[in-house]
Nanobody, 123 residues
């Protein structure tokens, strides 16, 4: 069983930056693709970005391209989300997820989820 714990959320002004971390425990996460999702109040949970098991492939939703960067450190069993030029529309609970790449990118039947971390961007 893989446990995922997010950290690094908080309140930031528009234009600012945050770095989210997702630490995995219980087993190595190296075989898994890792993703970040977000859910704003009253909205569905959407994929923000995903990175393949070996880090060779990444994908981002259009609204965060050029501003967000996903990375992984398999020695530390941690995946990161660097968020720059934050906008009020980025306000959401951010969730870390792990599974096969196809499952994460489709957001269906994902095996492992973290508990989420709140990101609030003030205007």
């Amino acid at each position: 069983q893989l446990q995922l714990v997010e950290s690094g959320g908080g309140l930031v002004q528009a234009g600012g930056s945050l770095r989210l971390s997702c630490a995995a425990s219980g087993r190595t996460f190296s075989p898994y693709a890792m993703g970040w999702f977000r859910q704003a109040p009253g909205k569905e949970r959407d994929l923000v970005t995903v990175i393949s098991w070996n880090g060779a492939t990444t994908d981002y939703r259009d609204s965060v391209k050029g501003r967000f960067t996903i990375s992984r450190d398999d020695i530390k069993n941690t995946v990161y989300l660097q968020m720059n030029s934050l906008k009020p529309d980025d306000t959401a609970v951010y969730y870390c997820a792990a599974d096969e790449y196809s499952a994460v990118i489709n957001g269906r039947g994902v095996k492992y989820w973290g508990q989420g971390t709140q990101v609030t961007v003030s205007s």
